[in-house]
Structure formats: C-alpha cells, structure tokens
Nanobody, 126 residues
C-alpha cells in the first residue's frame, strides 16, 4: 500500500511562490506514476503535473509555465514548485500515485491514480 502525505501548503500573496512536498512511502515513485492535482471549491479535480516511472514529466498546458514537478529519490519526496501564484490558484492540492500512465496520449487522468494523499490547502490572496 502506498502512503502519501502532503505538506508545505499555506497562504501566500499573489506573485509569490510556494513549494509543496509529498512524502511517499517506500520506493513507490519507481513503481508508480505520480501526479499533482488540485481542486478549487465548487469545481472538479484537475491534473496539474505528472511524473512517470522513468522520471519523465508531464504538465497540463495551463500550468506548464509556472509549475514544476520534481522528485528527490534519497528523501522519497515528490515536489511541486509553484511560482507567480495567482488568486485563481487557490485550491486543495493533492499528491497521487497510480499504475502505468500514458500522459502523452491521454493527459493527466484521474482514472490512472489509485492512491491519494489527504491534500494541502493553498490560498493565494490578491
């Protein structure tokens, strides 16, 4: 079983930066594809960025310029660096792990992810 715990959320002013962390149990990053998703109040959960089992990255187009996904293998931690934050980025951010993902063909699909963290709230003020 994969356990995921997000941290690093909080409040920031527009234009600021924040880095979210996701502690991943064992070596799950090497046997699962990883992803970051977010869900704003009253909206559907959407994909932000993905990391495949070989370390390749994928970004939903609207986030590619400002957000960066990375992984520290020694610390078993997944990161999401968020820059130039905007009020519309306010949401609950979730770390997730799943089986084989085909990002290039199907994008960042919720159906590919079976394990989820509890989420980290990010609030961006104007």
């Amino acid at each position: 079983q994969v356990k995921l715990v997000e941290s690093g959320g909080g409040s920031v002013q527009a234009g600021g930066s924040l880095r979210l962390s996701c502690s991943v149990s064992g070596n799950a990053v090497h046997t699962h594809c990883m992803g970051w998703f977010r869900q704003a109040a009253g909206t559907a959960r959407v994909g932000v960025a993905g990391l495949d089992r070989d370390g390749g990255t994928y970004y939903t187009e609207s986030f590619k310029d400002r957000f960066t996904i990375s992984h520290d293998d020694a610390e078993n931690t997944l990161y999401l660096q968020m820059n130039n934050l905007k009020p519309e980025d306010t949401a609950m951010y979730y770390c997730a792990a799943g089986g084989t993902c085909y990002f290039d063909d199907y994008g960042l699909s919720l159906d590919d992810f079976e394990h989820w963290g509890h989420g980290a709230q990010v609030t961006v003020s104007s």
